[in-house]
């Protein structure tokens, strides 16, 4: 890998590129001492275990929306509005990613795939006011994982992808909860996609060999390539982030009402 500049060699060292990789010919002599920035990036993490979907949610929703506040869990609430800025702004976020975190990390470990795992990341970027991040994990696929749901009306890579993005579809319910010891939503992609369209961005998904762009609108079937797990890329423009209502984004149930579980006041603004 000597042809690597010494510039993309610092930036891939900056985000644990070459961690837990023997990589022959990259010097990493010039790479500096760190500093902190956990508002603006985070460097691509592996997720193994479930327990670590949550710190890893928070990490990405600080990244996301990095300065827009200075939030603290404890910081006083407003008396008129009753939450503070962490409860209005990277509170809903983060609940969102972890549930995304979460069911990403049970579907990569069915259909046998039990050593499966979830590697994230996410940058943004001030020149261009833009947020970048992307989620992927190496199993089974929603096409696997999904195969016999209701929802699913053609067996194919694509048509699982666009079937999981309806809500309630793609969730962790029943005796697979009872196992994960949670009750996950099954709101994390389908919100995730709503905050990321209402925000300017959107997603680009890969599962198998179906690719789904959800700000273009665009689908494509590759058949020359093959994913076996699920690869998610988001995009969003940070500044239109204040202007988003996430309870308005959140899934109804039947009854055409949120769940009862659900906060009614998540919102970014």
């Not at 991040?133 to 696997?144: E, H, R, S």
């Not at 984004?249 to 579980?261: E, F, I, R, S």
Request: charged content about 25%; glycine content about 8%.
């Amino acid at each position: 890998m000597q042809f690597l500049s010494r510039d993309l060699t610092s930036y891939l060292a900056r985000m644990d590129f070459f961690k837990d990789i023997d990589v022959e010919g990259v010097d990493l002599s010039g790479v500096g001492r760190r500093n902190d920035r956990s508002t603006s990036l985070v460097e691509i993490t592996k997720i193994s275990e479930h327990h670590q979907a949550e710190a890893a949610a928070s990490r990405l929703a600080r990244a996301i929306t990095g300065r827009l506040t200075q939030s603290d869990p404890d910081a006083p609430v407003d008396e008129h509005t009753g939450r503070n800025e962490f409860d209005s702004y990277r509170g809903p976020l983060e609940y969102s990613l972890k549930e995304l975190l979460e069911n990403s990390l049970t579907h990569a470990r069915r259909e046998g795939r039990g050593d499966a795992a979830v590697w994230l990341t996410c940058q943004f970027y001030p020149k261009l006011n833009l947020v970048r991040m992307a989620i992927v994990d190496n199993g089974c696929g929603f096409l696997a994982t999904l195969r016999n749901h209701p929802e699913l009306h053609d067996r194919t890579h694509l048509h699982a992808i666009e079937a999981a993005l309806k809500p309630r579809v793609s969730c962790n319910r029943g005796a697979m909860a009872q196992i994960l010891g949670s009750e996950n939503q099954g709101i994390g992609l389908t919100t995730t996609a709503k905050i990321a369209d209402a925000a300017g961005g959107g997603l680009i998904i890969v599962s198998g060999n179906g690719i789904h762009d959800t700000k273009r609108r665009q689908s494509q079937e590759l058949h020359d390539a093959l994913w076996n797990g699920v690869s998610i890329a988001f995009s969003c423009t940070r500044e239109l982030l204040p202007t988003i209502s996430i309870s308005d984004l959140l899934p109804k149930d039947d009854a055409g009402q949120v769940d009862d579980d659900l906060d009614l006041d998540l919102n970014f603004r």
